[in-house]
């Protein structure tokens, strides 16, 4: 049996909370707080707040960043162990108020993707045991390491506020490869460690899942929950309103750069900060291609320009740019 928890469609974020006295660790490790959060393309301000969003890829570099700078091979792993459950903000407290631990799970896999986008959480059970994954699934993020680590040592210490500060999981499985400093992980953890295991998890026996929290509260944990669910629906309203789709800005890029000829598709991704690679794959994705968007523009525009009795063939076919067969290579 499992039951699995997929974040909202919207742009990849976690909330701020996820990053609860990461300036005060990094500093303690012999960090630059302000050079590692500016090129990880962060600002220590977005820090204050932990109902904000911060940028998922951003919050993986920072700690990407934060091993070069502190020399610190483990620096996720060292952060997740020392992290306190309450620190997670809604997602903690909605783990907290749950009445038991097998509740404080379910409830974890049931709303992690309220908290982290582009993520998936999964419970997976048998007669002996429960196995809690988690994935991001942004393929353009790549520095993955350090979170799915800390992130597992968030989950353990969720658990350890019921079953106590000895409790240790079966198994802990980790995607990535297995590290020069693997020693440590097995101390963190006390248990069997395994890497390039295809997913990050923490597999655990469930005969003390029954286990009351200590925080249980009904009432606080449906305020939570509904809270956790608002901000998060509020937050994707928002981006909506505030950010073009992918296609409006393509489009937009089309339109601006007609008239001057520069209208590759090379150099439409290059204005977009992306490589063409990644706007053919994005455009697949919506079901679009580039060309198809190309006549739209041209058709769109052609159709408003004729209109205007001041232009002649010859302007509005200027205006509209010759179309050149390389930058259909990609649509």
Known sequence: MSSFSKSPETEAHVLAAAAAGVEDFLTSQGGDMERIAGRSGLSTQQFALPTDALNLAAYCRLFAEA??????GNIGLRFGQQFKP???????????????????????????????????????????TFQLDYMITD???????????????????????????????QAVLFAHDQPEQAGEHRDAFQSDVRFSAGRNALIFRRDRLETRMPGADAGLLQVMKSSLVTLTRRSEN?????????RQQVSAQIRASLPHGGCEFWQIAEKLALSPWTLQRRLGQ????????????RQIDAIRLLAEATRDISEIAIL???????????G
Request: some cysteine; proline content about 4%; charged content about 15%.
């Open 139 to 169: 393929p353009t993020i790549q520095h993955r390491r350090h979170d799915a680590e800390l992130t597992m040592g968030m989950f353990a210490n969720i658990l350890r506020t019921a079953l106590g500060p000895g409790w240790t999981p």
């Open 67 to 72: 091993e070069t700078e502190t020399h610190n």
């Open 286 to 297: 919506l079901g679009l291609s580039y060309s198809a968007l190309l006549d739209e523009v």
């Open 320 to 330: 509209l740019g010759n179309v050149d067969k390389r930058s259909r290579r990609f």
């Open 86 to 128: 309450h620190q997670l903000g809604l997602i903690g407290y909605i783990a907290l108020c749950s009445e038991t631990v097998e509740q404080a799970v379910r409830n974890l896999a049931a709303y992690f993707g309220y908290h982290q986008a582009s993520t998936v959480t999964c419970l997976t059970e048998t007669a002996e």
């Open 238 to 246: 928002a981006l909506s309103a505030q950010t073009p789709s992918l």
